[in-house]
């Protein structure tokens, strides 16, 4: 069974999720945000107290608020992010826009994508998997991740909400589409974990989206 962790990173309050396997304690950090020192303190005191083992960063999307902990990941655990290929020019500029929308300089220190993943791919954590789902809108590689009881659904779908599609690549008609079409077909019993604000389900949401 697969385990998760929220921490609240960040002055735009992202959501970074630890997750892992029960048995081997093999450990996924999914769209890490950490920005301060005190942040990352957190995420590691946990991951040491759980006897956790990283071995995967994963990401829905390369949004600034996002990336913050990626050049942290790889020196602390060797851990390069995972990201759908669509997501590589996203990446390429998030410094410039981090910096343009804080109004001051901005290094984020970020490491070279690890590869590329796609659609329908299933990534191991121990005996349990999280299945890609390409939601393009928010972004155009954005992409959730599902689990067995829940969904990791980046900033595609939020609780009663869905993310801004006003960013560069962004396109609200293609993110309405991935809302109904990909993740409103899931059962109505999956948790949904967004990249900002308390978590959902399928089955409430459907009362907005269908």
């Not at 809108?137 to 009881?149: E, F, I, K, M, S």
Request: hydrophobic share 35%.
């Amino acid at each position: 069974m697969l385990k998760y962790k929220i921490f609240v990173c960040n002055p735009v309050e992202e959501n970074t999720y630890v997750v892992w396997d029960e048995t081997s304690r093999e450990t996924a950090i999914v769209d890490c945000g950490a920005y301060t020192n005190g942040e990352r303190k957190e995420i590691a005191s946990f991951i040491e107290k759980e006897n956790l083992r990283p071995t995967l960063a994963l990401q829905t999307h390369m949004h600034f608020d996002h990336i913050f902990g990626l050049g942290w990941l790889k020196e602390t655990y060797g851990l390069r992010p995972l990201c759908h290929e669509l997501e590589q020019k996203n990446y390429d500029m998030q410094e410039t826009l981090a910096s343009d929308m804080f109004g001051v300089e901005i290094s984020l220190n970020l490491p070279g994508i690890l590869r590329y993943i796609k659609d329908g791919e299933k990534l191991l954590l121990g005996e349990n998997e999280l299945t890609v789902i390409h939601t393009p809108g928010h972004t155009p590689g954005g992409v959730c991740y599902l689990a067995d009881t829940f969904l990791l659904s980046g900033d595609t779908l939020f609780a009663g909400s869905c993310g801004r599609a006003d960013l560069p690549g962004g396109n609200m008609q293609d993110e309405i589409r991935s809302i109904r079409n990909r993740l409103m077909t899931l059962r109505e019993d999956i948790i949904v974990l967004p990249g900002h604000g308390p978590g959902t389900t399928i089955a409430q949401e459907k009362r907005y989206w269908i």
